[in-house]
């Protein structure tokens, strides 16, 4: 039977807008060391595939995925440090991979610290599959990145 923890109560996921901004930017900046800022984040409004997570009227984390033709490119996913563990990102993931399928994508593919043991967990339970690593992808520190894809049509 599928496990799946209730997300916090009032909890909703709606694309990305102008009044999530700041707080998404805030979110980056407790969570990266190179933070996405808000003119960043402001630039792909409208654009790809942007969601929002929003608890009791709060912008609680985000799930950013850039789409080029029928391939999905994720490349944001953070939940703020007091909101986690509620599956604030699992539903972001949900949402996410369900529109990505509405838009026809043949895929949806990421990059992940292979130390980021979280992050990773969340993918595979989101049904993404290790495809390979890029050697040396990151910086501060100089870590691998593991590539993770989501398939969705043959
Ligand atoms: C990774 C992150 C987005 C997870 O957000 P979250 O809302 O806490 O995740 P959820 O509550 O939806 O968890 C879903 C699943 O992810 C995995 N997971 C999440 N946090 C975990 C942790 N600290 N340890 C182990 N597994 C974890 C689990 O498999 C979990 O399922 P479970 O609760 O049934 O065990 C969040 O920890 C975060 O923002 N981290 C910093 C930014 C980051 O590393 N982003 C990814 C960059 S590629």
Redesign the pocket.
């Known amino acids: 039977m599928r ?1 799946d ?1 209730k997300t916090g109560g009032d909890m909703t996921v709606v694309p990305m807008q102008e009044r999530h901004l700041a707080a998404l930017a805030a979110i980056e900046q407790a ?2 060391h190179a933070p996405w800022s808000e003119a960043m984040l402001r630039e792909e409004l409208g654009k790809g595939l942007f969601l929002a997570a929003e608890q009791a009227g709060r912008t609680v ?1 985000y799930v950013g995925c850039q789409t080029v033709l029928d391939e999905g490119y994720i490349t944001n ?3 703020s440090p007091d909101a ?7 539903a972001l993931l949900r949402e996410l991979l369900a529109r990505a399928a509405e838009r026809a994508l043949a895929f949806v593919t ?1 990059e ?1 610290r292979a130390s ?4 990773i ?2 993918y595979a ?1 989101a049904g993404f599959e290790p495809v390979g690593t890029r050697r040396n992808f990151y910086t501060a520190p100089t870590e691998d990145a593991v590539l993770m894809t989501r398939f969705l049509k043959e």
């Open positions: 496990r923890r969570c990266f984390g996913v953070a939940v986690r563990r509620q599956g604030i990102a699992r990421l992940v980021n043991a979280p992050a967990a969340l339970q």
